[in-house]
């Protein structure tokens, strides 16, 4: 008999099975995603995910016996009360003694049934939906940002990192170990040589054995080098994950009566792809909720997407209320600081310059990226019509590197932005 | 072994006879010296005391997790790539984290040595439980049980499977995953009837002869073939040369052919080598699994029987503390729990159950037989020879033979077995038997039939196969008690049988001994 452990076995044995799986009930899958985004909040983008699919897809049929044909012999056990012609009324739907039947998972309740979605697999599918260019999700999947930092020491390097300290420690102790004479060991026998040649009567054979000593040790001298190869520590360095730091990321959004919920949720992909993308990159990330309408106010999540309030818009009322926090809580100094605008572009008319002006004087100054999404319904985006938002912000995009503004009217336009996000920032790229 | 059976409540200890050893083990703690040592103790009782007869075991301690994955390959150790085992792996992982389901206790291989997975958080005396029950008792009935015998070579399954999965691999990598997927689909729904019941020589080739046929047909081809033979236009291997006559067609195509993944290997016009190679190893597994679902009920009666037997004597001779005891007792009688079909726990018969049940009662008939053991069974009836006549009928019986031969009426009284018919034109179920002198032969042979894996699959045939005309298929199922297919099942599981042979497949339904068709399904491959 033999006793194998095979506990530390790679683990998922299974996995290419299940890509297999996966990709065979894609389609259903990428649904239950979709779903399933509308329902969670920003902040909780990349957590598993629980989905239940229906697929004709992976149906296994094979030959079996209906029911509800022919004639059917059973026994079953535990009989209390009957005999033998005795009649058992079956119940309504004809059922009969179909409690007979075992449970089989391939049976046809299978054909419904819900399972877990790793992390990377659930952003895959978000990615999959928002057309990532591939090499894109790679970096916002990819977590580190190595930099080099001090692990330990190797005996190989260049002659610029070599740790002296460390080296020196080693010939020393190596020089002690193989008895390397010191030269002052050798001046002393000298000084005993140049006693005895001075003594008289001569005896020449001390001075012999002197001589022969100190020849023996100048030549473990020279044979027993002072610094050997074997000696050299370098400074060994290793490609960590970078120290990431903290990021606050403001979501900024009209929620007059014009917002529509469509156009809501398709802020809120953005916001959410804004949000995966900044916690790749920092260590922290806050995220802060601002809506408006013809006053601004700091809202939970739940508030910020589902809430409407009715009045007026007053765009420059967010922007203000964005600095007042930022003076509050968030130092630049210290932050990282992202905004995210979304509206449908209407603006009281007035307005704008106030906007413009708080942009240009304040915001942007302090900001890493400030992007502006406009949603619009498919009838409403053309080109000719530029709402009063858009006319004006055009006039300060060209200045800043690091403003953006797009329009979007279905989730595949949304990643344009996030590409210029790459490109001018450099962050990722 | 399933672990997740009602529990009986009620357990009372046996008491202790004879000399008290010194127990092998206390508390819950195990590690690889004790399992030696207690695998040690139970091999002598097994080989010694009892007379089984095993290959050599290869004891597997495993996580929770890779019993999952374990599961999802039906239970073997290496399997090729299928997204179907993936949803069965996402289905039974669902399952254990919400709690509805446990997980075995352990996984047995009928390979050879056998392989025995085992769970890192069982106990102490849940390892020697499982021990007993897979090393000795599963291990005794998949060498000796003539199924397995005659129908796997458990020498090779491993060397096949590792083969299998590295040509379907290869496949993916020329072929493309897809097209993979659709030949492997069709067999997997074809599997049922990928086995061929009647022994013939082409069977007996070994597996690993499989693995070699298949090597040197590839360098076959690659010596002879050129490139310029790409460029000819395929030739239909099925096509016969000159027309023959119909009745000489069926003949030289061994019609009628219960085994329709071998005919399609042979015979479907339309497929390239490898997809006849994926058809063949579908159908080669079909039939190594084909001796466990005739066996089932066997095969868990005798490891049940076998672990109750040696743990019972290691507590006898003061070799297993109470506690490990009781906790040994607890699991057993939640396995051998057989809910009555009015219970909501019902789900049919408890294979453990029953067969346990029988195998005891075997034993009680040939050491202490009441006048009607001797009636029913003069031939072993008090003979002595309990573990005798256990192993032989391990060895020589299936399940449906096995209750037709040794089930008493001792056990059909514990059970409260009663046996119905349920005609579909009928308002009410008819009790035809019950566990009474008149009834005992009638539930026997009734019961019987329900363990018959012939008769519970649908008996299906290719008859008919023209290849030189309109290349139609026809495949005739035999209708038993006007039992028909189910409609929509059959449809999609002819879809895939219609892909593999590329042409039109008529299913006709025909009552036993009758001509009149009850039936007709008919469909053309999609493109």
Not at chain 2, 272 to 292: C, H
Not at chain 2, 421 to 428: I, T, Y
């Amino acid at each position: 008999m033999q006793i194998v452990d095979r506990r530390l076995n790679p683990k998922s044995k299974s996995l290419g099975n299940r890509q297999r799986f996966l990709r065979r009930a894609k389609a259903e899958i990428r649904e239950a995603v979709k779903e399933a985004i509308k329902n969670r909040r920003v902040s909780e983008v990349d957590g598993s995910e629980r989905v239940k699919i229906k697929s004709k897809n992976l149906r296994e049929p094979s030959f079996s016996h209906g029911r509800g044909s022919g004639i059917r012999d059973m026994v079953l056990p535990g009989n209390e009360e009957y005999h033998a012609g005795d009649r058992i009324d079956k119940p309504q739907g004809g059922g009969g003694g179909g409690r007979g039947r075992e449970g089989s998972p391939d049976g046809d309740g299978q054909d419904e049934f819900s399972f877990s979605l790793s992390r990377e697999e659930f952003l895959d599918l978000f990615f999959d939906d928002l057309a990532l260019p591939n090499m894109v999700k790679v970096k916002l999947k990819d977590i580190k940002s190595p930099k080099p930092a001090r692990a330990g020491f190797t005996s190989d390097g260049s002659p610029a990192r070599l740790n002296h300290v460390r080296t020196m420690r080693n010939s020393l102790g190596r020089r002690i170990a193989l008895r390397r004479p010191s030269e002052a060991e050798i001046e002393k026998l000298e000084q005993q040589l140049a006693a005895a040649e001075a003594d008289t009567p001569r005896d020449e054979q001390l001075i012999a054995k002197l001589r022969s000593e100190i020849e023996h040790k100048r030549r473990l001298r020279k044979t027993i080098a002072y610094i050997d190869p074997i000696d050299l520590r370098f400074n060994r360095f290793e490609r960590v994950p970078k120290p990431t730091t903290q990021a606050v990321m403001f979501c900024l959004m009209d929620v007059s009566a014009s917002m529509t919920e469509n156009l809501k949720d398709l802020a809120k992909r953005f916001f959410m792809l804004l949000h995966v993308f900044l916690t790749r990159h920092y260590r922290e990330v806050h995220i802060v909720f601002i809506r408006h309408t013809s006053q601004a106010a700091v809202v939970d999540e739940e508030t910020f997407f589902r809430g409407t309030d009715t009045g007026g818009t007053v765009i420059s009322s967010a922007l203000e209320e964005m600095m007042k926090v930022v003076r509050a809580r968030y130092s630049p100094a210290d932050w990282n600081i992202y905004a995210a605008q979304a509206s449908d572009g209407d603006n009281f008319h007035d307005d704008m310059p106030r906007c413009l002006e708080l942009l240009e004087r304040e915001i942007l100054p302090v900001c890493q990226y400030f992007a502006y999404i406009e949603t619009a319904h498919g009838e409403r985006y053309s080109d000719t019509m530029e709402t009063s938002v858009w006319s004006g912000y055009t006039e300060i995009a060209d200045g800043h590197p690091n403003f953006a503004m797009k329009r979007v009217s279905s989730p595949d336009e949304i990643f344009p932005v996030f590409r210029d996000l790459f490109s001018r920032t450099g962050v990722a790229a | 072994m399933p672990s997740d059976h009602p529990t009986n409540p009620g357990i009372e200890l046996p008491p202790r006879r004879g000399a008290a050893l010194k127990p092998l083990f206390d508390g819950a703690e195990w590690d690889f010296k004790l399992v030696n040592d207690v695998y040690d103790v139970m091999h002598g009782i097994a080989i010694g005391e009892m007379g089984l007869d095993i290959y050599p075991n290869q004891i597997e301690v495993i996580t929770a997790e890779q019993m999952l994955d374990a599961y999802s390959s039906i239970g073997m150790p290496l399997m090729y790539r299928h997204w179907s085992f993936g949803k069965r792996f996402a289905y039974d992982e669902a399952m254990y984290r919400k709690g509805l389901r446990s997980l075995a206790f352990e996984i047995v291989i009928n390979s050879n040595p056998c392989i025995n997975y085992i769970m890192e958080e069982n106990t102490m005396t849940m390892q020697a439980l499982v021990i007993a029950h897979a090393a000795f008792g599963h291990n005794h009935f998949f060498k000796n049980n003539y199924q397995f015998r005659q129908w796997t070579q458990a020498d090779h399954i491993i060397d096949y499977l590792a083969f299998a999965k590295a040509f379907v691999a290869e496949c993916e990598e020329k072929y493309g995953q897809d097209a993979v997927e659709s030949v492997l689909d069709a067999a997997h729904a074809l599997m049922n009837q990928g086995v061929s019941r009647q022994l013939t020589v082409r069977q007996r080739n070994p597996l690993r002869r499989e693995i070699e046929r298949e090597r040197t047909r590839r360098e076959h081809v690659e010596r002879t073939q050129t490139v310029l033979d790409r460029t000819l236009p395929e030739i239909n291997r099925g096509e016969p040369t000159e027309k023959t006559a119909a009745t000489g067609e069926q003949r030289r195509l061994g019609l009628p052919e219960e085994n329709i993944l071998y005919f399609l290997e042979k015979h479907a016009p339309k497929l390239a080598d490898w997809q006849r190679e994926l058809l063949r190893i579908v159908r080669n597994l079909a039939q190594y699994f084909y001796p466990q679902r005739q066996t089932k009920m066997m095969n868990e009666g005798c490891a049940t029987f076998t672990h109750y037997e040696i743990l019972n004597r290691l507590y006898e001779r003061g070799q297993l503390t109470e506690g490990s005891m009781l906790e040994f007792l607890h699991s057993h009688s939640s396995v051998v729990f057989q809910p009555a079909f009015n219970d909501r726990r019902y789900s049919g018969m408890n294979p453990y159950a029953l067969g346990f049940a029988m195998m005891r009662d075997i034993q009680r008939i040939c050491t202490e037989p009441t006048s009607e053991d001797r009636d029913w069974f003069p031939d072993f009836a008090g003979n002595g020879d309990p573990m005798g006549t256990l192993r032989d009928a391990w060895a020589n019986f299936r399940d449906e033979s096995f209750v037709l031969q040794y089930l008493s009426p001792k056990v059909m009284r514990d059970f409260r077995l009663f046996a119905l018919r349920d005609d579909h034109k009928d308002s009410a179920v008819v009790v035809r038997a019950i566990h009474n002198e008149r009834g005992y032969r009638e539930v026997r042979r009734q019961l019987a039939s329900t363990y018959d894996v012939a008769a519970h699959d649908p008996d299906l045939q290719v008859t008919d196969a023209d290849l030189s005309g309109s290349r139609r298929l026809v495949i005739t199922h035999t209708v038993r008690n006007g039992v028909t297919l189910d409609k929509t099942e059959c449809e999609r599981t002819l879809q895939h049988l219609a892909r593999l042979w590329g042409y039109r497949v008529r299913l006709i339904e025909i009552e036993e001994g009758a001509t009149k068709v009850l039936r007709e399904h008919e469909v053309l491959p999609m493109p």
